[in-house]
């Protein structure tokens, strides 16, 4: 590190290239944040820092769209992590506590299903097989549909967790006559903790982004906060729209923010 | 993101034996239920009959797969000859997703590489830094992108503002605006398995590769390069196969000429088009291909771990 010159690891370029990376990724989301306080009812000319745009998502004329829109996403983004991530905390246990097998590599398969399955696909498929039992489209299909396609999104973060416990904190429990249904709940869902919410929240933000699958799935009427935005930027971006995604931006970053520290923490010592 | 999950894992133990069935039976139903059921049932309405503005009657046909392969003339009596609408915007897409594979490589790996070699403590923190806006809104990432591009955008008007450019760039509506919109969509896939492969990689070899007088690109090419291919190709894979169905930066960035698999489809269903069964079987020919392509990679990774 002392000489760059001679230093084998590092290569010229390479760090400009990193630092240029970051700028294409970040460059976007600045502008749009910056873009959402402009005064100006245009989105080409800068005409000083306000609110207004904000206070228009809240009260303008749009706002009651915007507001059942943002009500349906977080109803079934709490609801679709919830059961997801349920879903995915047993799921875990037999696959990592379950010893060896033979559906373990079919089951594993299944639970990556969704990552594999180009999401177009699957929105295809799922369209169709509502329609094929004769399930009317709304918000009950968009939560089923969602719950299914965020449980590898939890499953990852907690199975990780799990691998990362040695099962000698179970063994101690139950050396001292714990059942195995106290040991679960006492000794290794605490353990887990770190990685459960990680993951919740990771199903949360992949559920209150979607599009695709959400698009074809809801019914008539029913809208979500990306099915609202996407329906508003095909008339063209408007102040209001870089509010309303300056805000549902912040709210990821958070997430993401929270799920990172709270994954780095180790409650085993 | 699926590669990176290995299904083994060191402290798998069988302490909860008994119940495994019970555990995971609800993972089985519903994703059972409502992603493997769906996608047999697209299967199946692929080769029904369709109905008029979306639908299907329960007659079976080939008509979808017969519109997709074949020209039948204009009154659809001729024999068939190869129809090449459909053919093209599939190539369209492939190459499209290439490109922003290797934009992704070109940008992906030197990062990836700067990070590995970071001192231990801060590779999380720059890792973070490449995955977060990777988990803002997909919608909003690529409309960002749009209002950034645009011809009155931003970007045009500080390279027009210090004299850079007479007239603005058209980035928006081109064949670069979409592999742009690609790029930004799954980067960190591409980033993440170099990374982990980089990480690994130990850089004795390349020492002894430098003692022996080759010069720093040609360790890199022929030392580092063969050691962290399986990472690289991982990325590859991981960027390439969402961006050949993808339909957000496709119908925001590339406009009407720049029609790819992820628009056909969607037209068939939620468009004018409302033709359900051929949906069905561009969908089905789109994920013929994925799986194609992420078996053969499961196999040379099982190749290059049986070799190792």
């Known amino acids: ?269 | 993101m699926a590669a990176g999950a290995a299904s083994g894992g060191s402290a798998t133990t069988d302490t909860y034996k008994e119940s495994r069935f019970w555990l995971l039976l609800p993972a089985w139903v519903v994703l059972g239920i409502f992603v493997l059921a769906p996608v047999m049932m697209m299967l199946i309405y692929s080769f029904l009959t369709k109905e008029f503005r979306g639908g299907v009657i329960w007659e079976l046909s080939f008509a979808a797969y017969d519109q997709f392969f074949c020209d039948r003339g204009l009154f659809g009596d001729e024999p068939c000859t190869i129809e090449w609408t459909y053919i093209q915007i599939f190539w369209r897409s492939i190459w499209q997703a290439g490109a922003a594979t290797l934009l992704s490589l070109a940008i992906g790996f030197p990062t990836a590489y700067f990070i590995a070699t970071r001192p231990e403590s801060q590779r999380p923190l720059w890792v973070f830094l490449i995955t977060i806006p990777y988990w803002v809104n997909l919608l909003i990432r690529t409309v960002s992108m749009k209002f950034l591009l645009r011809d009155q955008g931003p970007l045009n008007d500080a390279l027009i503002g210090i004299g850079l450019l007479d007239s603005p760039l058209h980035i928006v509506n081109t064949n670069f605006a979409v592999q742009l919109g690609l790029f930004y969509s799954y980067l960190p896939f591409m980033v993440l398995p170099i990374y982990a492969a980089v990480e690994r990689y130990n850089f004795a070899l390349s020492e002894a590769a430098a003692d022996l007088y080759a010069t720093k690109w040609t360790t890199l090419r022929r030392i580092l390069l063969p050691a962290v291919k399986p990472g690289v190709i991982a990325g590859c894979i991981l960027v390439f196969v969402p961006s050949m169905g993808s339909f957000l930066a496709p119908d925001l960035l590339g406009g009407a000429k720049n029609f790819m698999i992820g628009s056909l489809i969607e037209e068939q269903f939620k468009g004018n088009a409302g033709n359900w069964p051929f949906g069905a079987a561009a969908s089905m020919i789109l994920l013929t291909m994925v799986l194609i392509i992420l078996l053969i990679f499961a196999r040379q990774q099982a190749k290059a771990e049986k070799e190792a």
């Open chain 1, 1 to 269: 590190m002392a000489t760059a010159k001679y230093d084998i690891k590092s290569y010229s370029g390479f760090r400009a290239i990193t630092l240029l990376c970051l700028v294409v990724l970040y460059a976007p989301l600045v502008i749009v944040t910056i873009y959402s306080f402009n005064s100006s009812a245009s989105i080409t000319t800068w005409e000083g820092i306000s609110l207004k745009w904000y206070a228009d998502v809240f009260t303008g004329p749009e706002s009651e769209k915007f507001k059942l829109a943002a009500r349906n996403s977080f109803v079934i983004a709490i609801t679709a992590a919830t059961v997801s991530t349920s879903i995915a905390v047993f799921a875990a246990t037999a696959m990592v506590r379950g010893g060896k097998f033979k559906l373990r590599t079919v089951s594993f398969g299944l639970i990556s299903l969704p990552l594999m399955v180009p999401e177009i696909v699957t929105a295809v498929a799922t369209l169709i097989f509502f329609n094929s039992i004769g399930f009317d489209r709304g918000i009950m299909t968009i939560l089923i549909a969602h719950i299914a396609f965020c449980i590898p999104f939890a499953y990852l973060p907690i199975s990780a967790r799990m691998q990362g416990i040695e099962d000698s904190y179970e063994q101690a429990a139950m050396d001292l006559y714990a059942t195995k249904r106290q040991a679960f709940t006492k000794i290794l869902l605490p353990l887990m903790m770190p990685g459960i919410i990680s993951g919740f929240l990771l199903a949360f933000i992949v559920s209150l982004d979607d599009f695709i699958i959400t698009n074809f799935v809801k019914g008539a009427g029913v809208e979500t906060l990306p099915t609202a935005i996407f329906g508003a930027v095909k008339q063209g971006i408007k102040p209001n729209i870089m509010a309303i995604s300056t805000m549902l931006l912040g709210i990821s970053v958070i997430m993401v923010t929270i799920s990172y520290f709270v994954s780095k923490t180790d409650n085993t010592k």
